[in-house]
């Protein structure tokens, strides 16, 4: 039994949804925590375990059943993500599961699901999604690499990075200018579907984070890379929007793993600050330690009764853009909250990567840049006043 499994009052996940659970945390807590330690070293997830977690059905669990699916809601999805961040097993499945299968699922042609939907469910194939590129981030419309036509092909030339998965990856869904002259600019782009033996495709560095270790993040290039015709998702030119249309439950992902490792930290730490001597007494003993505790807990308390609310809406596709934009923004900044305030009552262990709480604040840093920056998210809130 976890912390998660005693959280009073959770509406957004049925029976069925928690039996799930138990059969995703087994898994991790046999196949996935005692081999974090190596991955970190490593600063890689092996194929291996994607293939292992397809087998439980852990991975894209709402592709339909015609494509080797499990046919389930997201609530599904969700559960696989709060047990990966609560205990701390850094594979990119939210990305394959939360993001890519979905584009596939809703815009790709009959061809493509039947290739590669089975793939992904199984592991066999790992993928990615390559938008931010070294000279532009938030900024979509501003991205420079060109997909040109050349008789029945497409020749992808460009750069991109921070792509998640991006060694690993199989399959990459790049963004790319189909039409560099339109306007607006966003009517210009499309979603190319480029597997990773096609000439002209290379991987650059694995990049050096300052957090999480072991998760796959790269630098990609494209450099004459012809594909065929067949491989854009969807119509030409929509891509932007098939991209708008996917982001609130691309943003409640990651306030769902957000939540959960946040709650991982607070545990933590209440138990650390009962077992760590200060004084005549344990540092829980201090009025400060139980204020700081107490305030952080209520915090909590409220984020999960928000986040099942915002599962909730989206399992009746209810949930718009700004409520997404606003649980990012909202999750991400109580999880760096809780985070530092935990490292902070554990003292100078708190500095020692030895210790869970160390690894975990550096993780979270990043958590207010992915998926949009906080200042972006304010940005779009903003915009719907």
Known sequence: MTMLDTLPGRFAYNEDHEAFRQTVRSFLQKEGVPNVGQWEADRLVPKAFWRKAGEVGMLCPTVPEAYGGLGLDFGYNAIVDEEMSYLGVPAGFSLQSDIVCDYLVAYGSEEQKAQWL?????????????????????????????????????????SKTYITNGQNADLILVVAKTDPDAKPAYKGMSIILVEAEREGFKRGRKLDKIGQDAADTSELFFEDVRVPMTNCLGEEGKGFIYLMSQLPQERLSIAVGTQASAQKAFDETVEFTKTRKAFAGMVFDFQNTR???????????????????????????????????????????????????????????????????????????????????NEIMKELIGRSL
Request: aromatic fraction near 8%; glycine fraction near 10%; charge should be positive.
């Open 118 to 158: 089975p793939r992904l469910v199984s592991g066999e194939t790992i993928t990615a999604i390559a938008m931010t590129e070294p000279g532009t981030g938030s900024d979509l419309q501003a991205i420079r690499t060109s997909a040109v036509k050349d008789g029945n092909h497409y020749v992808l030339n460009g």
């Open 291 to 373: 204020f700081v505790l107490a305030d952080l807990k209520a915090k909590l308390q409220v984020g999960w009764a928000h986040l099942d609310w915002a599962i909730k809406r989206h399992l009746a596709k209810e949930l718009t853009p700004t409520e997404g934009a606003a649980a990012k923004l909202w999750h991400t900044e109580l999880q760096w909250e809780v985070m530092d305030k935990c490292l902070q009552l554990h003292g100078g262990a708190g500095y020692m990567n030895e210790y869970p709480i160390a690894r975990m604040w550096r993780a979270a840093r990043v958590s207010r840049i992915y998926g949009g920056t």
